[in-house]
C-alpha cells in the first residue's frame, strides 16, 4: 500500500469521526467517473483504490477554505508549515534542509556509493505541501531552483485534488517552477 493510499485512509477515518459524506473519485470529472463514499469500510475503500488506480484522487463533499482542518490535524500542519517556512528562509545549510524536510515526511532519496557527491540541493525559498509532505518523493541528485512550489494537493472550489509528486533522479528543477499534485518528472528532466 502506497502512500498515497495510506492518506486516504487517513482522511476517511477523519471524515468518519466527523460525520462528513464525503466522496473520492479518481477524476476531477466526476460525470465519468465512479466514486465511493468515504463512510465506507476501508476494505472497500482499498478495493475502489485497487481497481481504479490513479496518481491523484479528488475529494468532494468538505466544505470550504478551512476544509482542511476536517481531515487533517491542525497541530500537525503549523508544525509541517513551521518547518518548511524554516528551510525556505532560515535554514543555515543545504544538508540541515534535507534532514529537516525528511523529518516532516518528504521522501528525498540519499545517493547510493560512489555518489556521495549527487545529493538532493534545495534553493532557498523553496516551498513543500505542509498538509501531506509525505506524498513527495524526489530522487538523489534533484537540485530544486529558488522559489520552487511542490504541492500534494490543490483546495478547489468544491473539492480537493490529491496526489502523488514524484521527481526522478538528477532532475534540474528551474527557478519559480510549480509542480503540483499527482505530477510525475523522469530522471534527467529539465523542468
Known amino acids: 500500500m502506497g502512500n498515497l493510499q495510506k492518506t486516504i485512509l487517513r482522511i476517511a477515518g477523519w471524515t468518519k469521526r466527523k460525520g462528513l459524506d464525503t466522496v473520492l473519485f479518481n477524476s476531477p470529472f466526476v460525470s465519468a467517473k465512479p466514486g465511493i463514499c468515504l463512510r465506507s469500510q476501508d476494505n472497500e475503500i482499498m478495493h475502489f483504490l485497487e481497481q481504479y488506480p490513479s496518481k491523484r484522487y479528488c475529494l468532494f463533499g468538505l466544505g470550504g477554505h478551512d476544509s482542511w482542518r476536517k481531515i487533517q490535524h491542525p497541530l500537525r500542519t503549523q508544525y509541517n508549515g513551521l518547518i518548511v517556512s524554516f528551510t525556505a528562509f532560515l535554514c543555515p545549510s543545504p544538508k540541515a534542509t534535507v534532514a529537516l524536510l525528511k523529518f516532516i515526511g518528504v521522501d528525498i532519496e540519499d545517493p547510493p556509493q560512489g ?77
Not at 171 to 177: C, D, E, I, K, Q
Request: no cysteine.
Open 115 to 191: 555518489l556521495e557527491g549527487k545529493v538532493v540541493g534545495v534553493a532557498p525559498q523553496s516551498s513543500f505541501d505542509p498538509f501531506f509532505p509525505e506524498l513527495i518523493k524526489i530522487g538523489y541528485g534533484t537540485q530544486l531552483g529558488a522559489q520552487t512550489i511542490i504541492s500534494s494537493h490543490v483546495n478547489q472550489k468544491g473539492y480537493w485534488l490529491l496526489g502523488e509528486v514524484n521527481i526522478g533522479r538528477e532532475v534540474l528543477v528551474g527557478a519559480r517552477s510549480v509542480i503540483g499534485p499527482g505530477v510525475t518528472i523522469g530522471d534527467y528532466a529539465r523542468v
